[in-house]
């Protein structure tokens, strides 16, 4: 969608935007304060409805900035309360964001790609490949998004209370632009969330939780999925870079910057793979390790994912009782091991499932190319899998 050679205020954090007043519009750094209430605040999106800035700054910023969220493409509610977007990002990419509310929670599941490059074999996502990162402003866009149609009122009330990197792509292959969205989303000036309430959900790029280490507190996750090497690198393919031991060393690294750190582990169950006592005592065994290491009982936290199936894939889930089994064994060893509850299954928005069904892609992909073309936005068609798809 054409940005008219303006600087969209949605990729700008708060520094940025103060210098960017200070800079490019010569004016107060305040002026910038404003601005972001407006947008996050009051969703605001036109520099006329901004009444406590005088005519001529508006004027200015009508002139050299923009506020352009994401096309809404459609939005679905869910039975139970789950609410699921498609978000038109250019003429050839949109991607799913998903809201989860849960007693006392909201909790919206965001993207950082569209597509993904690292190709775990259980992952809906992988198999469209990697189109491109998401810009801040695309990233950011999708809490906006979300938090507008809820009504959330950051402070007062908060509707949007949760939000985790766990959409398609890898949040880490996107530093940069994703660091920056959670300063966004962790600002007053922006979505006020506590450090804790944002999470980033990783599949282990080493250097880079410790690059994360370095610049913010956020809650750390990461899709292990496996707990032995072997398995892990038919799983995770990421694995054969930055193997277990490697992955953990640098989850305690991440920890212990901060007394009372814990790490999430998300394990999703596929049956016969990885779903079998031996596998559950060896993550009992890893994550004590972890728990030692970081001395702190229960720095490791597990969450157990059923596997969700999508068309083509080799993968099943487990049946009930072999869940309810794994989940024993980690539970006699004294873990925290919740099951992910499947949510928002009427709109393919159970996790592992966001990217959706192969067919209703297609079908999806149809509608976005006709409301493009109904704004006289199509470019033709794009690359394969161009209908993005959390993950
Ligand atoms: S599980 Fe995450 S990291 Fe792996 S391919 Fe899917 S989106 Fe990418």
Known sequence: MPDNGKTNLFDLDRT?????FEHSLGEKRYRAHQVMKWIHHRYVTDFDGMTDLGKALRAKLEAHAQVRAPMVVFDKPSTD??????????????IETVYIPDKGRGTLCVSSQVGCALNCQFCSTATQGFNRNLSTAEIIGQVWVAARHLGNVPHQQRRLTNVVMMGMGEPLANFDNVVRAMSIMRDDLGYGLA??????????????????????????AVSLH???DELRSELVPLNKKYPIAELMESCVRYALRKRGTSVTFEYTL??????????????????????NAV?????????????????????????????????????????????RRTRGDDIDAACGQLKGQVMDRTRRQAEFRKRLQAQGLDQGPGRGGEIGDAA
């Open 295 to 339: 001395q702190m009982k229960d720095a490791a936290k597990v969450n157990l994912i059923p596997f969700n199936p999508f068309p083509g894939t080799r993968f099943e889930r487990p049946d009930d009782a072999a869940i309810r089994a794994f989940q024993k064994l980690l539970n006699e060893a004294g873990m925290i091991a919740p099951v």
């Open 195 to 220: 450090n804790k309430r944002v999470t980033l959900s990783t599949a282990g790029m080493v250097p880079m939780i410790d690059k994360l280490g370095e610049v913010s507190d956020v809650s750390l």
């Open 16 to 20: 940025q935007l103060e210098d960017f």
């Open 270 to 291: 596929m049956k016969g793979v990885n779903d079998q006592p031996t596998h559950a005592r060896q993550l009992v065994r890893l994550l004590r390790q972890f728990d």
């Open 226 to 228: 496996a707990p032995n």
């Open 81 to 94: 309360g789950t609410h699921k977007w498609l978000l038109g990002m250019d003429p050839k990419n949109a």
